[in-house]
């Protein structure tokens, strides 16, 4: 009984600091100021990711993973019109030539700077390196992003292919809508745990980054459940205020995103300090 009530008054402690830390950092505000930083460079980001794709000769099918991803989390209408604004904008971007695209890669590269910041603030440790060594890093960290994504699309075209050649085996069809589901959260679980570890420029433990990445992987697996639920209900929305209610629910998509990676970041944090009880330069 009284290893219980220890259990429980841990937790409580754990939930109580988190909500202290989420209020200090001000993660909602953080939240809401990466929506706008996203919203200015999501277009170049896509741009880029394009051009180098199309280099490697493996655009086609991760344009068409996006779009069903797009498709699946907002629904027919809002999706539509998401995917419609995704191919006019990236469109005219890619046609204004290797310049333009370069370019673009610098606002890629200044998002990623602003995860950094963010990540290092709720951590309270600073950045660390000279300017050019970081961006040098982050362009590293890009270029190994786009080829995992490539790889990934190859692994699900190559087991594709072969459930077409084995579809006399009626239990790879349920093996095949398994694979295709987990390794999306795979992907989200390894980005997290990522972000988690790497960014901070302290020791994080590697516990602490797990709970935080199991946390934040359910928490947009659920979003991504619950933003499906909520469009397939909101057809009015889209009767009284047409197109601007898909950049509505895209907005307030952004924002919980945001606000659940960060709430990770927070919930390892919490579960460092607590179990080690040092703070700065772990």
Known sequence: MKSKKKGLKRTLGYVWSFIEQFNEDSASMLSN???????????????????????????????????NTIMSTFGQGTGDTLVGYLRIFTENAMGMGVVSILSFGLTFVLLIDKIFTVINKIYHTPKKGKIVTRYLKYIGIIIIGILAIALMVYLVGRFNSVSVRMRKLPELSGLQKVF?????????????????????????????????????TVGVY?????????VSWSVKYSVIYGSLATLLFFFMFLSYLWKIIFAAVIVSYVHQTQTTGIEYEL
């Open 33 to 67: 100021g990466m929506v706008y930083s996203t919203l200015i460079a999501i277009i170049p980001c896509f741009a880029v990711i394009y051009a180098i794709l199309n280099a490697l000769g493996a655009l086609e099918p991760v344009v068409d993973l996006i779009e």
């Open 180 to 216: 295709k589901t987990l390794i999306p959260i795979a992907l989200i679980f390894g980005l997290m745990l990522a972000m988690i570890c790497l960014i901070p420029n302290c020791k994080v433990r590697f516990l602490s980054g797990l709970i935080g990445a199991i946390v934040g």
């Open 222 to 230: 659920g979003l991504v459940k619950v933003f499906q639920f909520v």
